[in-house]
């Protein structure tokens, strides 16, 4: 307690005594030179206190060690070597010096009240004077230590020579201190923490306003970074709370599975299969939000951190947006404390919200809903506004640059090539890979459904379409690869790269043009594009579904239909196929 008086009061008040020692600019510098240069650390030469002969002079600090030795010689020594009169050292009699005896309360009670106030005082000092100190070894400066270097501390703090004649004064003082080593830094005072300065960073994103950044990350890591992990966690944050506190409440998406606490749904998702097909999609979100981050960091984009050009119910107006972004950040901030906590205490408690509660038995909320709780509500509509950018964005994906080599193809108006493939590979080779494999997987998804009941003459049916490939003739499926390969060869005239396809004669050639079927072709030019559109879009499409089927029927371990068969048990084991990834997968391999 008297180290941290000492630390501040020597800001505005000094007593008289050589000027290297008690002129110092700061505290840190005033230890050092009150020290001296002895010979030996913590003596003196009591033959030579100035160094005239010896070169050793002794500072005046050895003078407040030699009184402290002897007040400890006196008191706390006897009582540790139980010697003389005095009586071994207890608890009752700890740093008993009898002084001040007559200021303490006559009644026992405020007594104990007044020495359990110097104990907690003194333990907060110590915290106190371990920062302060610290701060005043880091920063250079005095009171308030502030992160920011002095013009010059000794000239800055020479008119603390002389003793302050008042109150007044010293107030002033204080004022004076904070504003000149704020000014110096070039810095705004933080409004959460006033005794900081807020980073620069901070200034023109929402928030702002707060300058809450004690750690100085922002002055570290780009704040673009920073911001879009604080969103992106706080928006996670606040679907979790929701989630955790729905679930307490007793709503349940149905399946047996699904019957567990919210404490226990982790793990039963994890031993059920559910988790690893989950952790696929969200990978595919988060590849989305990387592209989304490294072109705004890349500047192909305007985009700020966190928008995803999501504009349902966002204000139309700047100062709308504006609140409502920092709505956004405030909420989701306290959605992290606010998860935390729930997970703490549903751990602690081993009950449900609100865990401390007291509240009658809970009633069952639904039961033969598809999702227990789910209600149907009326679409709404609502004013949708936009922000105008500089830079091009796509239209289908906001977040992301505009694509600049898709102009003239069917399907351009969407703008969608998140991942930029038309900016390093020939668009026409591409346009043709997409049209084929979308016709192809058209095809596949009718023979998938359709295998289950209807087979060629000479064919035998399986169950599961995914084991037609074992049961149809080998002639059969030599026959097809022979045709799909003619296909190939003859088409292209053997060019099949992208570097030769669309090279010579095969320039003028539109992609996915075989020369089949043109009579079907509206002779409308708007028309015909509109239905080579129609054709893209469900290729698309059909890629995506035979993409499903085959993962449904691998996953159910059976046919397409019924959707869940009968005893069905999970998705455990989905990928535990007779092969060398399957046998990797369950574990296996080498066994």
Sequence with gaps: MLAWVGLVVPEFVRIPGPEA????????????????????????????????RTGYQAGPLFQV????????????????????????LTLENASDYRLGINFLPQDPEKQKEMKLKELKNGRLAMLAFGGAITQATLSGNGFPWLYAR????????????????????????????????????????????????????????????????????SLAVDIRWLREAELKHGRVCMLATVGWITTDLGMRVPGEPFQVSTIDAHD?????????????????????????????????????????????????????????????????????????????????????????????????ICSSSSLCGATIAAPRTSATGTVRHALETSKSMPFLPKPQNLAGLPGCETEFDPLGFSDTFDVKWLRESELKHGRVC?????????????????????EDALNAIYTAPASATLALVFVAGYIESSIYGGKMTMLDMFEGDGAKRAPGDLDFGKQFLPKDA??????????????????????????????????????????????????????????????????
């Design 65 to 88: 060690y030699l009184f402290c030795g002897i007040v400890e010689l006196l008191t706390s020594f006897p009582k540790f070597r139980n010697i003389s009169n005095k009586p071994n």
């Design 526 to 591: 708007a028309e015909a594009y509109n239905l080579k559109l129609k054709e893209l879009s469900n290729g698309r499409l059909a890629m995506l579904a035979f993409a499903g089927m085959v993962h449904h029927n691998l996953v159910v371990k059976g046919p397409l239909f019924p959707l869940i068969p009968e005893g069905w048990t999970g998705p455990q084991g989905s990928w535990n196929l007779d092969s060398v990834a399957g046998g990797l997968n369950s574990y296996q391999a080498g066994e």
């Design 442 to 462: 058209m095809l596949a998804t009718l023979g998938f459904v359709a295998e289950q009941y209807v087979q060629f003459p000479g064919m035998t049916g399986a």
């Design 150 to 217: 002095a013009e010059s501390n000794a000239a800055g703090l020479s008119s603390s020579l002389q003793p302050a004649s008042s109150c007044s004064f010293a107030a002033g003082r204080v004022a004076d201190v904070q504003s000149r080593v704020a000014r110096q830094a070039g810095y705004k005072m933080s409004a959460a923490v006033p005794f900081l300065p807020m980073s620069p960073a901070l200034e023109g994103i929402a928030g702002e306003e707060e300058g809450f950044d004690p750690m100085g990350f």
């Design 268 to 364: 039963a998702l994890v031993k059920y299969g559910t988790m690893p097909h989950m952790l696929v999609w969200l990978g595919l979100l988060e590849t989305f939000g990387f592209l989304a981050l490294t072109n705004m960091f890349d500047g192909k984009t305007d985009r700020k951190p966190g928008d995803f050009g999501l504009r349902m119910l966002y204000p139309t107006d700047a100062k709308g947006q504006r609140e409502m972004q920092l709505k956004e950040l405030r909420n989701g901030r306290l959605a992290m404390l606010a998860f935390s906590g729930i997970a703490t205490s549903g751990v602690l408690t081993g009950d449900t919200w609100p865990f401390f509660a007291t509240a009658p038995e809970r009633r069952q």
């Design 21 to 52: 020692c008690y002129g110092a600019g700061n505290v840190v510098e005033a230890h050092n030179a009150c020290v001296g240069s002895p010979q030996i650390p913590f003596t003196a030469n009591l033959l030579d206190l100035d160094g005239s």
